[in-house]
């Protein structure tokens, strides 16, 4: 794998803790892919094989409620999209569409998990992010469904 992958795993939040093992079984398992503006990288409602880091280009976060699309967020480079995927089996939450020309680098659940079990610090690494989307999540819902 290309020293360039694994400098640039390095600058990426979720991963920056880890020592250089475990971000070469990273930069091995992912799969750089290119995406045109307008393509839709992920779909709601599609089941999630793993997650994508932003390597180049921006990304909108979209959510269908109700027949409206409404934008949740933009995402550029350095940025993970679909790292819950990497967890379970659960339907796309939002659709995630270049709005430039992205390229991210794609890694699915069943590498991820051959990884984790031999550089178990990547799940603490994962927990903070996970915590934070949860968090995020409860500050939408009302009152009486957070219980």
Avoid: C
């Amino acid at each position: 794998m290309p020293a360039a992958s694994i400098d640039f795993l390095k600058r990426v939040s979720m991963f920056e803790d880890l020592d250089q093992k475990s971000l070469e079984a990273i930069a091995n398992a992912a799969v750089e892919q290119r995406y045109e503006p307008g393509q839709d990288i992920v779909r709601q409602g599609d089941t999630g094989v793993g997650a994508f880091i932003i390597r180049s280009g921006k990304v909108d976060v979209i959510q269908d409620r109700g027949g409206k699309e409404t934008k949740l967020s933009t995402l550029g480079p350095g940025e993970v999209f679909g790292e819950m995927a990497l967890l379970d089996e659960f339907p796309r939450s939002a659709t995630v569409r270049a709005v430039e020309p992205t390229t991210a680098l794609g890694i699915q659940r069943w590498h991820f998990r051959g990884i984790l079990e031999s550089h178990p610090q990547i799940a603490l690494a994962l927990l903070p992010m996970l915590t934070r989307r949860i968090r995020n999540a409860e500050h939408m819902l009302p009152e009486a469904a957070r219980h």
